[in-house]
């Protein structure tokens, strides 16, 4: 880059009247001078100029340089990919005291593996494959139930899903209660509600801290024609707070034909202390609704949860549940209990648990189990 300053016109100004005066033993007049300046300042414009011109060629070429860069990055978040494996085994060995029957019995604490394939095809467009399927330890350690199989689209108008899927009854509902390392828990929950719902259709959007999620299930061999399921959510979640609230109206099937329907109301509340203590509760009113002449009646669920690091490794869980079906003695299955679980976890993938379990009847033989269990989980991703 050339640079012309005062103190160079000035040398080769001086060097032009040295040079004459040693050639030219002419006179030297004031028009020479002003003669030779202007070609002097002629020649330095010129080289301004120049100099100007390389300056725009070297930004010009940055900028073509940095739009290369930013092109080829854009095109590699457009079409970045991210492949997920992943799986939990939870063998459990338990002392059992059912129905006056006293046993021994190693069960699987729902162990399941799974593969999850992302795709980020555009600027906030984003397509998911989803498979999960469960390992049950406790028969064989036989594999492919499936869990969950589903595709999923994330755009700036929200999520839309379609497959096997987690309803909202489950995720804002039952999923802030499911601390324990059992395969009814949550234990009032399990014996009717839903955990995944095959032929459903999901749309999810998120917006200042809310999610809302609907959903419906299409099943055609089974039930009504059209809709079988619809369930409506609302969650809320801040700082380790969680508040939500669902609606669930479903078919009531027997055989094949629909008998009636059962409608849910439900709401849950958890929070997180910086302390390390951990409350969650999750309730559910149920009428089920028949069309049959059979009677209609109204039941419930009620799980509550607390949880609390004794230390950095250790975690005490304390559980209280309540289940009513609205049959009468002949048929009821009330039951409620408690379970507390010590746990330790020395590292993040691996824990050991220590648990004791009561469910009491109201009509049917009580239940008390002490078990130990393992949970091992391991998870690999690879980004391209």
């Not at 755009?155 to 601390?179: C, H, N």
């Amino acid at each position: 880059m050339i640079k012309i300053n005062g103190f160079t016109c000035s040398f080769i100004l001086c060097l032009s009247i040295a040079s004459s005066a040693c050639w030219g033993q002419e006179e030297i007049t004031l028009e020479k001078l002003k003669l030779q300046l202007e070609i002097l300042q002629k020649k330095i414009v010129q080289l301004e100029k120049q100099q100007m011109m390389a300056t725009d060629s070297l930004e010009q070429a940055t900028q073509i340089r940095e739009e290369k860069v930013s092109k080829i990055t854009s095109q590699k978040i457009e079409n970045s990919q991210t492949t997920k494996i992943y799986g939990t085994v939870r063998p459990t060995f338990g002392y059992i005291d059912e129905s006056e029957n006293s046993k021994a019995d190693v069960r699987d604490a729902l162990s399941h593996a799974g593969v999850k394939v992302t795709s980020e095809f555009a600027k906030n467009w984003r397509a998911t494959l989803h498979g999960e399927w469960g390992i049950d330890l406790s028969n064989n350690g036989d594999f492919g139930k499936a869990r969950q199989v589903y595709v999923a689209l994330d755009s700036p108008l929200g999520r839309v899903g379609i497959g096997k899927q987690r309803p909202a009854q489950y995720l804002f509902i039952a999923e802030y209660v499911d601390i324990f390392n059992h395969s009814s828990s949550p234990f009032a929950y399990d014996p009717e509600s839903l955990f995944f719902v095959d032929n459903l259709l999901t749309y999810q959007v998120e917006s200042n801290g809310y999610t809302w999620i609907a959903a419906a299930q299409f099943d055609g061999d089974n039930g009504d024609n059209y809709r079988d399921l619809l369930n409506l959510g609302v969650s809320y979640d801040h700082q380790g707070l969680h508040a939500a609230f669902t609606y669930l109206t479903q078919d009531a099937n027997t055989n094949g034909s629909t008998i009636g329907e059962d409608e849910t109301y439900a709401a849950a509340f958890a929070y997180d202390f910086e302390s390390g203590l951990y409350l969650a509760l999750g309730y559910q009113d149920k009428a089920y609704q028949r069309i049959n002449g059979d009677r209609d009646r109204n039941g419930h669920t009620l799980d509550l949860s607390a949880a609390y690091w004794l230390s950095k490794s250790y975690r005490l869980k304390l559980g209280y549940f309540d289940f009513s079906d609205g049959f009468d003695a002949s048929n009821s299955y009330d039951f409620s209990g408690f379970n507390t679980t010590l746990e330790w976890l020395p590292t993040p993938y691996l824990r050991f648990h220590l648990e004791y379990l009561q469910r009491d009847f109201q009509y049917l033989t009580d239940f008390s189990s002490i078990s130990i269990g393992f949970r091992y989980d391991f998870s690999t991703q690879w980004d391209y």
